[in-house]
């Protein structure tokens, strides 16, 4: 029956049921968004069931024989265009993924995520790892299990990096943070034996609506679209997508830190200018989604670091923003501030690091993950052996859980493999910012003088186009010549810190 | 198989399955509410692909012949509570109404819908009805093709009203209008022969945030639960519910009307309550939901109208108001304000009317509903109709079709049978409040003190909690010992028009 129908016929089908699909998840987005921003307290629970009847269906409809079918049939026509040909072929990548995972674990998975996030609020609040540990321990066990029902070559840990970075794997892994060690541990000394620089300006009063009005601002002139998009407020902020045309942003206002939204506005700007950037065309399609969480951290971090913290961006930003906050501002000369924002200084909570400690606190996680998975460590030994890479690496003395083994939410999601691509993230947007560097002349003119609009169209050439039809190593390699090389990071490291504490 | 189970395994199968359709229904609603406040521009057409999906869904777990047979099944158990057996019944009814549908009529209705909808736009645009036309005929025609789909005694238009206010029919609406229009006729020209009221002073500046702040403040006094809501802004204010928990309203805010916002929030206010104050336990099931619209419609006007447009809620929240706009009301004493919101003016728009002529201009609708169906007019003869109709009935004369006969969305939606529940909303309000005055001993004293616990807590017993357990009639009869009578609204205008026009 399936064999006799066109190929045009079958990929029309095809791309139905996948834009089916998204609608589902596209939908959980819109609820997910509401209850980060708007969703009134007493809400709650009965939202969590809706999510998970969507869920529900959503997997459903993705592990359907019909839809596996398709696939199949799919795979053997050969009168496919490339882009239909890797729609296809990751399709039915994700599809045969989907379907490995057995109902009972599945639900397991659910039930435990749900429990373990509960007693992770809780054991935070009281600030005591014991009281999290078991619930951790549980989650581990699955996530063992999870290793080998979806299979792995080398190190299990590299299952589940698969999940989010689709071809890492801890040789790449443990290259990149080698170097991290290596490299960066001398470079921060050096910096640490320098005087340090100034940023206490950072910390006056900033009047939250002005803040808010420079945040809009600044994204708008990022290039990112408001009619395509909003901004509002949430606890943390976020970046989430509907589909190309309807990308939301968050953010938070700190009236004791400028910084806070400031930049947080600029890297989800650089997450929602990629998810605008995708093809609308290749709704639901793989070809309409994102290379991977490694390049979309890339694109926020561009945006933030390379372009947010430069010289050259706040040469034209600054002159305003003294205007806005004059009684703060103006007596800081614009080369102070520059310092000021870029300030290293080893500290307890990742979301607050600076640019160069940030990748100690990554590869404290990821160390652990891998210890765990490959049973060198146990949950017991936890807050014992974070504790002590805390001091040996940043040199900082964990004083509790809360601000120690307890601060980030990702383990008790079940999200192990996530933490590395923030890392990667950042040395992909050393890499590709030098290439757009080597590639656009005059960029260096143009962001000093406000203007994005040749580096936003070489990004959306060059990356966000693609979707995931390159994947993260392939996509590197095309736009820069070259693998993913921490070298690229180094540089830019060392030629900025250099500057800013005269080495 | 199913044989065999116990009722109680049956039952919370059946529950779960209806769980699961009203997560997705709320999901829609979700949706539905981001849509009319916060969708950015662009994001429209696939967040209307995404609601069609969703659609489809639904519809499909709501006809699924699983959830039919266990239906089937409960219908013979004698061991059901009468709570449980009600909603076996009603899902049961709804279920066998859903299968009526062939998917090609449903197919077609939908994209007639969508077609109707936006020529309507056009049309009112460019203030031709000619251009509206066609399509409503083409409307008109699946309507009748609907009627025979879910067959009708009496009368065709039996089965489209069914569909908003089951039980109701032409035989009752008849004598409800006809009372109508002898009884409010006179009234209405014994209120014209008086000298009119001034309300001039309600369209001075009144500044937006104070509006909004005002109406957050009678929401809350009213009982509306901030934590299971919220409002918003919207275009055209409405109330949406995902759950009684979370129960939002909108509202608008014209700074040269008082009136816009105010009994806007005070309507859906009483739409909140209803929503909020019904049973949780019976979430995603008939019981849980609102008897009719009409029952719906009745909660919010007895709190715009028959408590919110009275003597006595002003006692109490005038002197408020007067501090808040004082250079527009200092010198407005209280009974001229009374007099002033209270204005009777025939007019064009229905939904600007007051709470006397508002029943003529549903009067029309019906009766031109009704001759559609019946085929005493054809969407030909509609312009002209239509026109006479106001000339006749309320001694204005039409201008133009955008302040006439496609002044309202409804037809375009396909919504015929819903004009009707407005009044007798407004007839059942006036109803319930007489039987509220007699069972509440100070309850006038008490609205003049700015306190609802007491009537608040009677609608929670009366109506609320009983969701569709009682149909329309049934409910009216419980709470007040008679079938719906318009004696009690016509009592409730003459006596209140007297007073402030003294005749």
Chains 1, 2 share one sequence.
């Not at 629970?45 to 959503?58: D, E, F, K, N, V």
């Not at 997450?271 to 065309?281: F, K, N, R, T």
């Not at 120690?404 to 890392?423: A, C, E, R, V």
Request: proline residues 4%; contains cysteine.
């Amino acid at each position: 029956m399936i064999a006799n129908k066109s190929t045009q016929e079958l990929y029309s089908s095809f791309t139905e049921k996948m834009e089916q699909i998204a609608d589902v998840r596209n939908a959980m987005a819109v609820l997910g968004w509401d209850q980060e921003t708007y969703l009134p307290e007493k809400g709650a629970p009965l939202r969590g069931q809706q999510l998970t009847t969507l869920s529900t269906i959503a997997h459903e409809l993705f592990t359907a024989t019909e839809l596996g079918d398709t696939l199949q049939e799919l795979r053997s026509r050969a009168d496919l265009t490339p882009t239909q040909r890797k729609n296809v072929e990751l399709s039915q990548e994700d599809y045969e993924k989907n379907k490995k995972y057995p109902a009972s674990f599945v639900a397991d998975l659910s039930q435990t995520t749900n429990l373990c996030y509960h007693t992770w609020l809780k054991a935070r609040r009281a600030n005591d790892y014991a009281e999290f540990e078991p619930m951790l321990a549980r989650m581990i066990q699955l996530k063992k299990q999870e290793t080998h029902i979806l299979g792995f070559e080398g190190h299990p840990y590299n299952a589940l990096l698969n999940e989010f970075e689709k071809g890492a794997t801890t040789t790449m892994l443990d290259t990149v943070f080698d170097a991290v060690k290596t490299a960066l541990t001398p470079l921060l000394r050096q910096i640490e034996e320098r005087p340090q620089v100034n940023k206490d300006f950072l910390h006056l009063h900033y009047e939250r609506n002005k803040q808010w009005e420079l945040g809009i601002a600044l994204l708008k002139e990022m290039g990112y679209d408001m009619e395509a998009g909003r901004q509002d407020v949430s606890e943390h902020p976020f970046t989430t997508s509907f589909n190309p045309q309807d990308v939301r942003v968050t953010t938070r206002i700190d009236e004791k830190d400028f910084g806070n939204m400031t930049w947080s506005c600029i890297h989800e700007g650089g997450h929602a200018l990629y998810e605008q950037g995708l093809p609308m065309g290749q709704y639901g399609l793989p070809c309409g989604e994102a290379a991977s969480l490694g390049i979309h951290e890339s694109q926020s971090r561009l945006w933030e670091n390379n372009v947010g913290r430069s010289l050259d961006f706040w040469q034209h930003h600054y002159p305003r923003v003294q205007q806005i906050f004059p009684d703060n501002l103006q007596q800081v000369p614009l080369d102070s501030f520059y310092k000021g924002i870029n300030q290293v200084q080893p500290s307890l909570i990742r979301t607050e690091a600076d640019e160069l400690t940030y990748h100690f606190h990554v590869m404290i996680r990821y160390e652990i993950e891998k210890g765990l998975l490959e049973g060198t460590y146990t949950t017991k030994d936890l807050q014992q052996v974070w504790n002590r890479y805390y001091l040996d690496y940043l040199h900082v003395h964990v004083p509790n859980d809360t601000q120690g083994i307890l601060q980030d939410i990702h383990w008790s999601h079940g999200s192990f493999g996530y933490f590395p691509t923030y890392s990667l993230g950042s040395f992909y947007a050393a890499q590709f910012f030098t290439a757009a560097q080597q590639q656009l002349p005059g960029l260096s003119q143009q962001i000093a003088g406000g203007q994005y609009t040749a580096l936003l169209a070489w990004l959306r050439e060059q990356i966000h186009q693609y979707g995931r039809f390159y994947t993260s190593n392939e996509l590197c390699e095309k736009v820069t010549g070259n693998k993913l090389d921490f070298q690229y990071f180094l540089r830019y490291a060392t030629e900025k810190y250099k500057g800013i504490y005269g080495f």
